[in-house]
């Protein structure tokens, strides 16, 4: 009988139970909507706070530009003011002195305060007053229908994207399939970084604490190298799906105590990273109009992207967990493991920033080679998925990376059951391929 | 009948030959030990009965038929270097090794009982490993090794890094699980445990087998033709009355509780016991004679130092 289930049973147990794992799965979550509701609540907390603006307008020409609102209650004193007075008088905010036409003389605003004034407030004097004069300035033109002849020429485009598709032409939106492949992308990128790692680490304690000469008078060195593949793969499956939940029902948690627009409000700064990530426009993504989004979002076979993002997670993660579990067998210590970790870091960084660049090409020449290479194909494959990709490209891109993890479980496991084993001194690649040629 | 035969075995690493055409024969129900130098190939050898390594020719033999893979659920193991799972509690790291062992859950239960009781370390069960001191971490190893109840077992240098309380302990249950029927090899340099508790031996090095047999027919096949004799010593006889002549020679006197010792080698093998009393008896008032057999530690040393011989 297999005792795979057996090994994947208590190591997966023994994984979800650390006081670690539980702090980590549950921590993650509430950080990270509490980093995405701070500033909104931030911003809830400051509007509460009234502050008193007292204006001094010496010249009497502009009582009508500054009217109170949430945040600010303007005052008007028209009577000349010293600025010994103002020193003295510590309740308004700030005070705002004009001592001029600003037509004629733009330098004739100052600003004084107690404590230092705000980047916003200042924006918000400057501009209200900018607003006035601009209007002030085009009626001395005195030309009839001048504002509406400005309006009508402020022109405002609403390009649509189709994108022709055999089952019927479907609305698109650049900006969203970057949004979305960059996000697949990068889940596969940690995911096989945090727990190829984790089953390296796995590993290299088993062998270092010498329980694994026990272990494989038990199991075969294969079946315990699967094992801990596995379960370390669904150990990492479980922590998402309880992300994933965690995060949406703390999101709308959060969303109804305060009353903040938080997911949509994430969304759109999600969308607004990636317009400076991918540098395409992203305009019709954050178009209010729902219904719009609603066809774009349509556009894009999400069906379609969460079975490859599922097919390729497992694909890219059975290869470079099998690549970690071979390194954490053969070194004896975590300062060993760096000559052979860099080769896969940097092969794991490359395929990150082609899938990055991708997004702007994602039918070029690179992509393409990269999204059939196994070690690249599960990062730059997710790019190029919500721009479209023809079937037979995905089916051949998947064939290829599931051979390879099946090739490299074999390999790996070749030099795992060496290195195991083996103590003292480290191994050269040369020795490495030695191994993979023993004889059981 | 032999529980475990290994035949003409073979191991070759890349440049270095392991085991080089090694057979040991283990009969049912005895304590079997395999002796030799570090590096000698006795770990790769147990690592074959095993089955974590294979052979490049030769086979293992168990009760009579070929030895499969999953015979190992029979065998108990606990290997030099040894360890367990920092993190686990005693007792689900006793219940995951004992079931990948091949034991249901319950009877693993039943064991898991029965041992931390016997060892009075119920109290333990919820401790995690990594709160045990190192003593009490080799009581579990032992539990691990045995909670199948094997019919071999499989014990490599067992006493190193016990303290003497433990080796005490485990020499006991050793010769306790004998009784109960189980075949046991044991690998170790300390040689005054083989002569306590073997029956046979095989001793290899620089991996060849250069010594097997029973314990007392190679102590006495090495024996160096030396007696010890006692006699009186009293005014009329001087301490060193017993003189060396062609019969027999004297190697050192000595004097222990108000009687003269001597230590003699015989001149000529073929020279009985009998002769060699009786010329002695010419020369003082005997009281005991006695043959010195070398100890193991001593034909380890005699047999390892010596240039290694293809023919041996």
Redesign the interface.
């Given at each position: 009988?297999s005792?795979i289930p057996?090994?994947i049973e208590?190591e997966y147990m023994?994984r979800v139970r650390?006081k670690s794992f539980l702090i980590m799965t549950i921590l993650t979550p509430v950080l990270m909507v509490l980093l995405c509701s701070v500033p909104a609540m931030l911003t809830l907390f400051d509007n509460s706070e009234m502050r008193q603006v007292t204006i001094v307008d010496q010249t009497g020409l502009y009582e009508d530009v500054y009217a109170s609102d949430d945040e600010y209650t303007y005052t008007y004193l028209n009577s000349e003011t010293t600025t010994e007075q103002m020193r003295s008088d510590e309740e308004p905010y700030a005070y705002i002195v004009i001592t001029d036409n600003l037509l004629l003389k733009p330098n004739a605003m100052t600003i004084y305060s107690h404590k230092q004034t705000t980047a916003s407030f200042e924006i918000e004097v400057e501009s209200k007053m900018e607003e006035y004069l601009h209007d002030v300035k085009l009626a001395s033109y005195d030309i009839p229908n001048l504002q509406q002849i400005i309006e009508e020429s402020n022109v405002r485009l609403d390009v649509s994207s189709i994108r022709f598709d055999e089952e019927g032409d479907t609305q698109t939106s650049a900006g969203l399939a970057t949004a979305v492949g960059m996000i697949s992308t990068f889940l596969i990128y940690i995911f096989l970084f945090a727990y190829g790692g984790m089953v390296m680490n796995s590993v290299m304690q088993?062998k270092t604490?010498?329980?694994?000469?026990?272990?494989?008078?038990?199991?075969?060195?294969f079946d315990l190298m699967i094992g801990k593949i596995i379960s370390v793969g669904l150990v990492g499956l479980t922590q998402i799906g309880i992300w994933v939940i965690l995060i949406i029902g703390l999101g709308i948690g959060v969303s109804l105590a305060f009353g903040l627009p938080l997911l949509s409000g994430e969304g759109a700064d999600i969308m607004a990273q990636t317009q400076t990530m991918g540098g395409t426009d992203t305009t019709t993504a954050i178009d209010p109009d729902m219904l719009d989004m609603m066809q774009t979002f349509a556009g894009i076979d999400f069906t379609m992207i969460i079975i490859c993002l599922i097919l390729y997670f497992i694909g890219g993660y059975v290869l470079y967990a099998s690549l970690f579990a071979a390194i954490g067998s053969a070194v004896d210590n975590e300062a060993d493991t760096n000559q052979f970790m860099i080769p896969i870091t940097f092969i794991i960084l490359f395929a990150f920033y082609v899938g990055i660049f991708s997004a702007e090409n994602p039918e070029g020449g690179l992509a393409w080679w990269c999204s059939m290479i196994p070690f690249t194909s599960p990062i730059v494959m997710m790019v190029r998925i919500p721009f479209g990709v023809a079937v037979w490209e995905i089916i051949l891109s998947l064939v290829i990376l599931f051979a390879s993890s099946l090739g490299m479980t074999w390999v790996a496991g070749r030099i795992y059951?060496v290195g195991i084993?083996l103590?003292g001194k480290k191994p050269s690649y040369k020795e490495l391929f030695?191994w993979i040629k023993y004889?059981? | 009948m032999y529980y475990l035969e290994a035949k003409n075995i073979v191991k070759q690493y890349a440049s270095h030959r392991a085991l080089d055409n090694v057979t040991v024969q283990v009969p049912e129900n005895h304590i079997y030990g395999l002796l030799g130098p570090n590096g000698a190939g006795k770990t790769t050898l147990i690592r074959i009965i095993n089955h974590i390594t294979g052979p490049d020719s030769g086979e293992v033999y168990i009760n009579g038929r070929l030895s499969i893979p999953s015979d190992v659920e029979h065998i108990g193991y606990l290997p030099e270097e040894r360890g367990l799972y920092k993190k686990m509690k005693v007792g689900e790291q006793l219940m995951y090794l004992a079931r990948l062992k091949g034991l249901t859950r319950n009877d693993a239960k039943n064991q898991i009982k029965h041992w931390l009781n016997k060892f009075d370390i119920a109290d333990w069960e919820k401790k995690k490993v990594e709160e045990l001191s190192k003593g009490m971490q080799q009581k579990i190893q032992f539990i691990a090794t045995v909670i199948h109840r094997p019919k071999l077992l499989i014990f490599d240098e067992p006493f190193s890094g016990f303290d003497p309380v433990n080796a005490n302990l485990l020499k006991n249950e050793i010769l306790e699980l004998r009784k109960e029927g189980a075949t046991i090899i044991f690998s170790t340099h300390n040689m005054g445990s083989v002569e306590e508790i073997c029956d046979e031996i095989t001793l290899i090095n620089r991996s060849r087998v250069v010594l097997q047999g029973e314990i007392n027919a190679i102590r006495q096949a090495h024996k160096k033709h030396l007696f010890k004799v006692t006699y009186k010593a009293d005014e009329t006889i001087p301490a060193q009355t017993l003189h060396s002549n062609d019969i027999y020679h004297v190697m050192e006197y000595g004097q222990s509780s108000g009687y003269n010792t001597a230590i003699v080698r015989k001149s000529d093998k073929a020279t009985t016991n009998n002769e060699l009393i009786t010329a002695m008896m010419r020369e003082c008032q005997l009281a005991t004679f006695e043959e010195i057999l070398p100890s193991m530690n001593e034909i380890f040393i005699d047999t390892v130092g010596e240039p290694v011989n293809p023919e041996a």
């Open positions: 009988m005792k057996l090994i208590s023994s650390k088993e604490n010498r329980i694994v000469e026990v272990m494989v008078s038990s199991v075969k060195p059951r084993l103590y030695k004889k059981a | -």
